[in-house]
């Protein structure tokens, strides 16, 4: 279980990665997950240099096969992280999206 | 002040579901003080390197639980570091002699992962990461994923040149008992095995393993006779980077590794091209290519090829790598895997290293990484 008070302290940073965009700078293609994850299965996870020079990791949502490349232009979208667990608090976080 | 390694022993390493934690210290530390051919009570100080026994075992205060275990009524304590808790562990037992406080310590390197589900266990290493990482859905096998694609980006490197060093460390590890993995492989095998995170396959990754392994360390050793030859610790540094991968510049080398090697060669007084064999963190295949670069053994982008034409296997023109198996196919309990390191190097170093032998070794290094990188250890060894 995660903490919801953890929870909630993170929800104020995800405001500042709301409305990037950036590129795609490597990706994977999780196959074998973590517990948590195991229903997505596969789901890309890409390392993004957003604008302002920072890298950023997260899921590729909403993509295919031809989005999976370096220099792929995405952008940060407000989306599910995971199932809730016995906090029974959904978390929310950033992923991305090719556009 | 020189540090001399007296003995070093390994369990074997493997799914070991009959051994406990305990009966696994106890095999290796009688090993070692019969080895050094010491009382146990000269020992003045216990380090044990181990990363999960808290999150996985519920068992912490691992310090004390190892000197209850051994019977040693000495200062006590649990090194955490990740995947570099063994080579850590051993750093500050170093730094402990330096100190001159103790003059001979014990370094206890250990690890029980089969005891627990592999998804318990990929979970558990995953605290090794960033929160975001974890967020993220990201495995072990996921990190080291992306810095594979973006070398092979660079550089051009080949899934068939990673996949050299899985059979390299096969060939290895048939030559080493302890080994887990006594079984040659093919570098199709390897390009056929089921996908873990893209480009890397399940022969691409070090596996889940038990084992531990102990070495002793002193400042006041005696050379016991004509036939043994000392090995000293020449160098032992860390260096650490950044927790999470996407905060770092790039993705194509380990800044932490870059860092730890050239204080450690600046300590020795010596440099790449003196070293004759290295254990380096091949947790996946792509690590051990990046290790081979940042250790300055081959220039960037240059590994692979090198590796794929066998210059690092043992009778390769060297230097030659992992002739233990590596942690590719020796095993890798992740709190023994920076002390077994040490072990090899010193077996090497001793001429105790069997078929696998170097011929001729003098000096060596061993090479340690915690997570994607965020911190790396590297000690020389040396017989000179």
């Given amino acids: ?99 | 002040m020189q540090i001399a390694v007296l003995s070093g022993a390994t369990t074997k390493f493997g799914e070991l579901w009959e051994q406990s934690p305990r009966s696994l210290a106890q095999e290796v530390v009688s090993q070692a003080i019969e080895q050094a051919g010491i009382e146990k009570k000269e020992t003045q100080a216990l380090f044990v390197g181990n990363m999960l026994a808290g999150i996985l075992g519920g068992q912490e205060n691992i310090g004390a639980f190892f000197a209850d275990e051994l019977g040693l009524e000495v200062p006590a304590v649990r090194i955490e570091g990740a995947c570099a808790s063994g080579g850590l562990a051993v750093h500050q037992a170093v730094l402990s002699l330096l100190t001159g406080k103790y003059q001979t310590v014990l370094i206890l390197g250990i690890e029980k992962m089969t005891d627990y589900k592999p998804e318990e266990v990929a979970q558990a290493l995953m605290a090794a990461g960033s929160d975001e990482e974890r967020k993220a859905g990201l495995t072990f096998p996921g990190l080291y994923a992306l810095m594979a694609q973006a070398h092979m980006e660079k550089y051009g490197t080949t899934e068939e040149e990673m996949a050299a060093v899985a059979v390299k460390n096969h060939f290895h590890a048939c030559l080493n008992e302890k080994a887990q993995f006594k079984k040659e492989i093919t570098i199709d095998d390897v390009l056929k095995s089921a996908k873990v995170a893209d480009p890397l396959k399940l022969l691409d990754c070090s596996p889940i393993s038990d084992g531990a392994t102990a070495i002793i360390l002193s400042s006041k050793f005696k050379v016991q006779s004509s036939r043994d030859k000392p090995v000293f610790i020449a160098a032992s540094a860390v260096a650490t980077d950044t927790l999470a991968l996407a905060d770092r510049e790039d993705l194509i080398s380990l800044k932490a590794t870059k860092k730890a090697a050239r204080k450690a060669y600046q300590m020795a007084g010596l440099g790449p091209e003196d070293i004759d064999l290295a254990e380096v963190h091949d947790c996946f295949t792509i690590a051990e290519i990046m290790a081979m670069e940042d250790l300055g053994f081959f220039e960037k982008g240059k590994a692979g090829q090198a590796i794929l034409k066998g210059e690092t296997k043992i009778g390769g023109k060297g230097p030659i790598i992992n002739s233990s198996g590596g942690l590719k196919a020796g095993g890798h309990p992740v709190g023994a895997t920076g002390v077994k390191q040490i072990v090899e190097v010193f077996n090497q170093l001793s001429g105790q290293a069997g078929k696998r032998q170097v011929k001729g070794a003098k000096i060596g290094l061993a090479h340690n990484v915690a997570g994607s990188g965020a911190l790396a250890v590297v000690h020389i060894l040396s017989n000179l």
């Fill in chain 1, 1 to 99: 279980m995660i903490s919801p008070v953890k929870i909630w302290r993170h929800q104020k940073k995800v405001n500042q990665l709301l409305g990037k965009t950036g590129k795609i700078v490597s990706f994977t293609l999780i196959r074998v997950a973590p517990v948590e994850f195991k229903q997505q299965v596969p789901y890309p996870v890409v390392v993004v240099r957003i604008e302002d020079g920072r890298g950023v990791v997260g899921q590729l949502v909403d993509w295919e096969k031809k989005n999976l490349k370096l220099g792929q232009k995405v952008k940060t979208v407000y989306r599910k992280i995971r199932e809730p667990e016995s906090e029974g608090i959904i978390p929310y976080g950033i992923k991305f999206k090719p556009c």
